[in-house]
């Protein structure tokens, strides 16, 4: 092939501008890390990438409100704890004042105790967290239970995702639990009862309503141990969420993300390429007949 | 052979010479000329020769038979089409490149802004009446919006920035028709009069060359010597030493980007083009706007359509916490024709966020979230054009711009490389080597002096004869 000046010249420019082009291309990867700045990089991985970033959004949400409503169950099972401590000591004055040896004084006495327990009751029943009343179901922006024991809240219970689309229950069901909505037996109505008993000195009454406290305690150890699984199902799911979360981040890295070392022996071998090329180029350019013709 | 004519035949020479050192010369001016073919002075013996003796015969010295350009034809019909390609694959690649809004890494793209919107509908399934994850979820579904409106207007200016490229485009075709028109006019003039104006020649394949270049347009020889130009469909730009002219016009069925008209030098009356029927940049620009970005931006426009018709449709078998029902999430789209410009969320909810429709039931309470849990199961649901949720589609849409993107670059690619081929067979054949001028120069500058030392020496004879009278 005849070779003219003008095609060297221009060899040398295409050949300067490619070298050029992948100098930049690996000196973008390395200094942004990223390998994929375009979908034309990557058609495939920039598309997959959107699953992820999508998944890794989803899973990390799911975690953070899997632990709110951990946190949430966690205050709820104080709660219960507080009206466990409140039941016990009521069983306590029942089995104690239901001995007839007891006089109506000591009665009347411990009857004022009992109705300070129940507004204990009361007052726990209506613990609040972030601002909502976590024992009024779905009616939980208003006093769940009034000072008179009356439950003014629903048996709806909230449910939160513990994985995407997979819901698990989040809030107890006060009514069911202390009230014993479904055939169970009312703890406000119990305290209120044992009350009765004990300023009238009603030492049978006393006895019965012994009962009726010892099933409520159940009923609470029922609602805990619900309370706990609810958190154990929570916390499983925010490790598992966090888990996804990493691996999304590690998915999407190794999709979009640049390989460093690769990525750096690039960089090194478009160095010396374009260092060569300019080399070439000046040896090349400089040659003429004209400079040797005197 | 007298002595006289000798020195008559060695002047005559002379004449050649000064010419190929002028053709050197002219050729190593233009070493660097676009479009310019070398061209030689082409020496031949002078006939016919004097006749001496009985089977004698003394030359005459040498005539020039002409100036003539350096031109494979072969390389020149392969030429054409190869400008035209690699010019209709840069243009789109170039064009696509500087698209960023559809990166798979951009902050603030509807990627992203999906994630947080969906996110911020859990966080309040967490706890549906509070005001301030109520306001969360109006943010993610106006940053939604926002992400379609900004991701969309950037395809749109991308498709709006090729308008003006293609108009310019098209100013300086008609200004390269109208030159090869006038250069058809002149070269068969001088053609006619029995020169070659290698010159005119090469600025007209300069034009023709760049005409493919910016329209894909291919020469067609007459029977003379002019060319015709005409588009890759066949309608004729240039017929003889007429141009036609092209123009531009806003497609009010094409959301007013320009499209070409072509207006018969004949008077009859003007057409639209097709993009189909043009090459070059200003067919790959066509490409590129009305293809790759104008599927990308219908895609955009159904997407945004499909989910917050979705979205809304859930939403208004919902109830807010004042027991109200029917409430919009986003603001109701009447068509998918430019749903991702005009997507935003619902004024009413926008103001007052407790009209997000969380409960499934007018007689729940604040903390019910089942339409909110169905609301969030959206993400997942089939969009009505596609039969892709939300996710999917967004990934379809990067998909299919990355592969049309990738395609485009791997065929600038190859045409490049294949114009580089052809290009530098035409400068083979063509183009100038200072080099080989020099040696020509030299070459023809040693005869010269040798015929000059004829001219000399016959005349010293002629001298020494006149002597003897």
């Known amino acids: ?294 | 052979m007298d002595l006289v004519n000798i020195i008559m035949n060695a002047g005559a020479s002379l004449g050649v010479y000064r010419a190929q050192v002028a053709t050197a010369s002219h050729n190593i001016s233009n070493a660097n000329t676009p479009g310019y073919a070398r061209q030689d002075a082409i020496a031949t013996e002078t006939v016919p020769a004097e006749e001496v003796g009985v089977n004698g015969y003394i030359g005459r010295g040498v005539t020039l038979q002409g100036v003539v350009q350096n031109r494979d034809q072969f390389v020149e019909s392969q030429l054409n089409a190869a400008f035209g390609n690699s010019a209709s694959t840069s243009a789109q690649a170039d064009a696509l490149s500087t698209v960023t809004a559809l990166d798979p890494q951009a902050k603030g793209g509807i990627t992203d802004a999906l994630g947080t919107f969906y996110s911020a509908l859990r966080d309040l399934n967490q706890n549906p009446s509070d005001l301030g994850l109520r306001q969360a979820v109006v943010d993610g579904a106006q940053g939604v919006a926002t992400a379609f409106n900004t991701t969309v207007n950037s395809i749109s200016n991308s498709r709006s920035a090729i308008d003006q490229n293609v108009a310019s485009l098209v100013d300086k075709v008609n200004g390269l028709t109208a030159a090869v028109a006038d250069l058809n006019q002149r070269i068969d003039q001088a053609v006619n009069s029995g020169r070659t104006p290698n010159d005119l020649l090469d600025v007209r394949q300069n034009d023709l060359d760049q005409l493919a270049q910016m329209i894909g347009a291919r020469p067609i020889p007459d029977d003379h010597s002019s060319v015709n130009i005409v588009l890759p469909d066949g309608t004729c730009l240039v017929s003889g030493i007429v141009a036609s002219k092209l123009s531009i016009q806003a497609n009010s069925s094409n959301n007013n980007h320009y499209e070409i008209v072509f207006k018969p030098s004949d008077g009859t009356s003007s057409s639209p083009l097709k993009n189909s029927e043009m090459g070059g940049q200003i067919g790959g620009l066509l490409v590129s706007r009305d293809d790759t970005l104008g599927k990308a931006e219908s895609g955009l426009d159904n997407l945004a359509y499909d989910l917050s018709t979705t979205i809304n449709q859930q939403s208004e078998l919902g109830y807010a916490l004042d027991g109200s029902t029917g409430h919009d999430l986003f603001a109701i789209l009447s068509a998918p024709s430019s749903a991702a410009k005009n997507l935003a969320v619902d004024a009413s909810v926008s103001a007052n966020p407790s009209l997000l429709a969380a409960a499934g039931s007018a007689t729940t309470g604040p903390g019910d979230s089942t339409n909110l849990q169905a609301m969030i199961a959206t993400e997942n649901t089939p969009l009505p054009s596609n039969n892709l949720n939300a996710q999917q589609s967004m990934a379809k849409l990067t998909s299919d711009f990355g592969i049309a993107v990738s395609t485009v670059n791997d065929s600038a690619e190859f045409d490049k490389n294949l114009l580089t081929d052809l290009t530098n067979a035409r400068e083979s054949a063509s183009g100038v080597s200072v080099d080989d001028e020099l040696i020509h120069l030299t070459a023809a500058q040693t005869a010269y002096n040798a015929l000059t030392k004829v001219v000399t020496t016959t005349n010293a004879m002629l001298d020494a004869l006149m002597k003897l009278i």
């Open chain 1, 1 to 294: 092939m005849r070779v003219t000046e003008k095609m060297i010249f221009e060899s040398t420019v295409a050949q300067t501008a490619t070298s050029r082009q992948n100098l930049e291309v690996a000196q973008n990867e390395v200094a942004s890390g990223t390998r994929v700045q375009h979908p034309g990089d990557d058609p495939v991985a920039a598309a997959l990438s959107v699953g992820h970033t999508v998944d890794k959004a989803r899973f990390a949400a799911v975690g953070q409100d899997a632990q709110r409503a951990a946190d949430e169950l966690n205050a709820a099972d104080t709660a219960l704890d507080g009206l466990s401590t409140v039941t016990s000591r009521a069983m306590e004055i029942a089995t104690q004042f239901g001995n007839d040896s007891y006089g109506a004084t000591d009665r009347a006495t411990a009857a004022v105790e009992v109705n300070g327990l129940f507004q204990q009751a009361v007052g726990l029943l209506n613990t609040t967290y972030g601002g909502r009343y976590i024992f009024g179901g779905s009616k939980d922006n208003a006093v769940p239970f009034q000072a008179d024991g009356t439950y003014v809240g629903d048996d709806n219970t909230r449910t939160v995702e513990v994985a995407p689309g997979l819901y698990q229950t989040a809030s107890l069901d006060a009514n069911n639990i202390v009230k014993g909505a479904n055939g169970g037996t009312d703890l406000m109505k119990t305290l209120t009862d044992l009350s009765t008993a004990l300023k009238s000195n009603d030492g049978a009454g006393i006895r019965t309503a012994l009962d009726s406290v010892n099933q409520c305690v159940s009923q609470i150890a029922a609602g805990r141990t619900q309370a706990g699984m609810a958190v154990d199902a929570f916390q499983s799911a925010v490790s598992t969420a966090s888990t996804a979360v990493s691996d999304e981040t590690v998915k999407i890295g190794k999709l979009l993300d640049a390989d460093i070392i690769d990525a750096s022996t690039r960089l090194a071998s478009a160095q010396y390429a374009l260092n060569a090329t300019l080399s070439a180029a000046a040896k090349t350019l400089t040659m003429s007949l004209a400079d040797k013709l005197t």
